[in-house]
């Protein structure tokens, strides 16, 4: 594809040591890192990315957090016990990792680098703290920050989706606003697009991907 940097894989292979590269290995793969706050829309977005780029492949995440009833297996998340993560962890299996809201979740890093390999997009949604870990061992990831349209949208939005107390909802709700914060402070991200309708927000996160593609977009 024109125009690509071959800085994603040169980074990928890089990664903590992991992925010896062959010499048949391609130069195209690119890793989307996508993030934002609880109830912003990123599950929508990342869904909708995915089924517009050919190509795309999303990253299933290991977590500890428990299943549930909208949750598949295998499709969502990988559902592990502390036990099993702690392996992971300890056998260096996982790209990054964090605890949110007191869970843990982390990136399988094999599965990400042999897609990477194959010249796949691979999109991961991930929290902040592992969207900084991914961008500093793969400065070639291209980052995207889903924001609301405004702090109140995204309460109405927290409260819509009628799964938290309204304890639970200002926690997140404050965390929301401290990761914004953290988002746009810390480097790892290389746009933002604002989830106001959302159609357009989608128009506009798969434009800003396939720019960085290199993609002209009226071609897929
Ligand atoms: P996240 O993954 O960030 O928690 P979801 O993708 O699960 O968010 O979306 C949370 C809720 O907000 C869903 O019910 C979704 O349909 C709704 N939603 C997403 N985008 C918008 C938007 N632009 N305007 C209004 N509601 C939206
Ligand atoms: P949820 O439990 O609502 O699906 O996800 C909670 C948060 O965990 C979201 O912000 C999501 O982006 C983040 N998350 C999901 N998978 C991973 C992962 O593999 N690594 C990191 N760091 N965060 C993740």
Known sequence: MPGREPSAMTAAGGAGGAGHRLPTDTDDGLLLIISGPSGVGKTTITRAVERAIPGAVFSVSVTTRQKTAGDVEGVDY?????????????????????EVFGRRYGTPRKWADEQLRRGRLVILEIDVKGARQVKERMPGAFGVFILPPSEE??????????RDTEEAIARRFAEAQREIAEAKACGAYDAFVVND?????????????????????DEG
């Open 78 to 98: 990988h559902f592990v016990s502390d036990a099993e993560f702690d392996r992971l962890v300890a056998d260096d299996e996982l790209l990054e990792w964090a």
């Open 153 to 162: 949208a995204l309460l109405q939005r927290l409260r819509a989706r009628r």
């Open 197 to 217: 309708e959302l159609e357009r927000a989608i128009e506009e996160a798969v434009g800003v991907v396939r720019g960085r593609m290199g993609i002209m977009k």
